[in-house]
């Protein structure tokens, strides 16, 4: 089930705040999100269900026996099993296919390339069960000795299948003692709307575009054009993938969860290294407090734990080897700022630095785009002037003619409209019921176009989902 569904709004959602809302000892409510995230996870394919409670068992068991055990070693045997079982899991479902072909490409083998079917949001779960585990080893968390908290925490729709990634003492006294205030419902709701707008007015709008740059040959594509569809592309991942947290966070605040943020306008950024402290903050954040601390040979080493981060962070996207390149391209622009200095970078001129960190953001979304190396290669011609299709023609003129409002309004809204508006609000009293009156308005008209928008309409599921 996707959320940017006329039967997640007009059924699925309205049956859980119902359910959730008629019963007030919290136990019940755990009972009755449990129930109904199942249901989310398993509609359409009930199996896969099924891992994603071995998962929550696994990792229940794993957390209990570091608890009980006293003894280190005893403690690292058994976060050493939970580490193997949870990257098996990914490795299984995600990878396996992918390392079969390589090593079939490799050694000129004919070895049998596994079809397995993937897990949605499985590297969401996993990491958030990760850092459980990492979490009660090092005592930051106690481990949680009721098994059905454990699998709320597990398997909580909100945020299940694209993250934000949330860590257990995030939420640990929330599960035991919450309440939805009036506030929380409002602004969780008006969350959730502006969260399906980016996603359904916006990201699915411009994906379209996207789609028709590069949907058909990338050999025949302009230096314009190419550089439209790209620069468009970016602006599409940010809205999709922005507007799930949104939908996450909102969801998660309508039920008394606080979620951390997950985006924090991230193209206001001056370098790549603000960039990554603004994009994905809950998958950084995993990688910079999970795997920096790593030591290689019995000793720390800042180069190569940031080799190792931005690696994994390629790979985390997806099997295959353009999401690799893309990681360490990033790994490359981040040791180049981390040689260079904060004091010197911030000695660049700002324009400078703006124009730089775009130019860099926007080639990074093209090798993330362009999974075929082969394609990719064409897309890097076709971005400079050796591209032989010439430097413009009428079909991306038409288009961007064509699509004016909606990639102005997609720019307009990278920027921090809402804590504008609560500044001005807070300073005003007036101003603070006008907006207040006239975001009402907005979020129901957007509510309603974006409802309009689905019907008939083929589903787009979050890019995210498939990671």
């Known amino acids: 089930m996707v959320f940017s569904s006329l039967i997640f709004l007009y059924l699925f959602l309205?049956?859980?705040?119902?359910?959730?809302?008629?019963?007030?000892?919290?136990?019940?409510?755990n009972a009755v999100l449990i129930i109904l995230s199942l249901a989310f996870y398993s509609w359409g394919e009930p199996t896969r269900v099924v891992f994603l409670v071995l998962s929550a068992v696994v990792n229940y068991f794993v957390g209990l026996g570091i608890g009980k055990f006293k003894q280190e070693k005893y403690q690292k045997l058994c976060l050493a099993g939970g580490l193997i079982f949870n990257?098996?899991?990914?490795?299984?479902?995600?990878?396996?296919g992918f390392i079969m072909r390589n090593i079939n490409s490799i050694f000129s083998a004919d070895l049998p390339v596994p079809e397995i079917v993937l897990m949605a949001g499985i590297s969401f779960y996993t990491f958030q069960v990760i850092?459980?585990?990492?979490?009660?080893?090092?005592?930051?968390?106690q481990p949680q000795k009721n098994f059905f908290k454990m699998l709320l925490y597990v398997c909580l729709f909100p945020q299940l299948i694209a993250g934000p990634i949330v860590r257990y003492e995030t939420i640990a006294a929330e599960i035991d003692n919450r309440r939805t205030t009036l506030e929380d419902f409002s602004q969780g709701l008006t969350r959730f709307v502006i969260g399906l707008s980016k996603k359904v007015l916006l990201a699915d709008q411009l994906f379209r575009i996207v789609e028709d740059m590069f949907g058909g040959s990338i050999s025949s594509v302009t230096i314009s054009g190419s550089w439209y569809g790209i620069i468009l592309y970016s602006l599409y991942i940010y809205f999709d993938f922005s507007g799930y947290s949104d939908i996450a966070i909102g969801l998660g605040r309508i039920f008394g969860f606080h979620f951390n943020e997950n985006?924090?306008?991230?193209?206001?950024?001056?370098?790549?290294?603000?960039?990554?402290?603004?994009?994905h903050i809950s998958l950084g954040s995993f990688f910079r407090d999970y795997l920096l601390p790593v030591t290689f040979f019995g000793k720390r080493n800042k180069y190569l734990s940031l080799f190792l981060v931005w690696l994994c962070t390629g790979i985390w996207h997806g099997a295959s080897w353009n999401y690799i390149l893309w990681g360490l391209y990033y790994g490359l622009f981040i040791l180049l700022e981390t040689r260079i200095g904060k004091k010197n970078m911030n000695k660049i001129p700002l324009v400078i630095r703006h124009i730089y960190s775009k130019f860099v953001i926007i080639i990074g979304f093209g090798i993330f785009y362009f999974e075929d190396i082969g394609e990719l290669g064409l897309f890097f011609r076709n971005i400079t002037p050796f591209n032989p299709n010439g430097w413009g023609g009428e079909f991306e003129l038409s288009s961007l003619c064509g699509n004016v409002y909606l990639i102005a309004a997609a720019i307009i809204c990278t920027f921090p409209l809402m804590k504008a508006f609560g500044k001005l609000a807070e300073k005003n009293y007036a101003a603070r019921t006008v907006i207040s009156v006239s975001g009402t308005v907005l979020c129901m008209g957007m509510l309603a176009l974006s409802s309009i928008m689905l019907v008939d309409a083929t589903t787009d599921a979050f890019l995210y989902w498939r990671f």
């Open 14 to 29: 309205p049956i859980c705040l119902v359910a959730y809302m008629v019963f007030k000892p919290i136990k019940a409510k």
């Open 87 to 96: 990257i098996g899991m990914i490795g299984v479902f995600k990878y396996s």
């Open 131 to 141: 850092s459980y585990i990492v979490d009660c080893y090092w005592g930051k968390i």
């Open 263 to 279: 985006f924090d306008h991230p193209y206001l950024c001056k370098d790549i290294t603000e960039f990554w402290q603004r994009w």
